[in-house]
């Protein structure tokens, strides 16, 4: 454990940080099985709700850092093709 008061700050602000970045992560999480489901479900006008929601979420945790940029696009894409195609079908 650290001993002096800028490392005890550092590891009392890490903490607080994991705890935010779980809520974030698992916020996530949901907002993608929410798309996912309303695809399995066939319900397309369910689905595109929860995609905006999804794309909105994912964003939002990209730019707090929790995720990477990169890895949020390519989710949101992803998404949106995977809800594209069950529309067409």
């Known amino acids: 454990m650290a001993n002096h008061k800028s490392a005890l700050k550092r590891h009392r602000q890490s903490q607080e940080q994991r705890v935010r970045n779980r809520h974030y992560r698992a916020?996530?999480?949901s907002s993608v099985r929410k798309v996912t489901d309303a695809i399995a479900s066939g319900d397309a006008?369910?689905?595109v709700?929860?995609?905006q929601a999804a794309s909105s979420t994912l964003s939002?945790?990209?730019s707090k850092g929790?995720?990477?940029k990169n890895r949020?696009?390519?989710k949101i894409s992803r998404l949106a093709?995977?809800?594209s195609a069950?529309?067409?079908a």
């Open 60 to 62: 939002h945790v990209a």
């Open 72 to 74: 949020a696009a390519r």
């Open 86 to 88: 069950a529309t067409k």
């Open 81 to 83: 093709k995977r809800l």
């Open 45 to 47: 006008a369910n689905g």
């Open 49 to 51: 709700k929860a995609l």
């Open 27 to 29: 916020t996530a999480k």
């Open 66 to 68: 929790v995720i990477p």
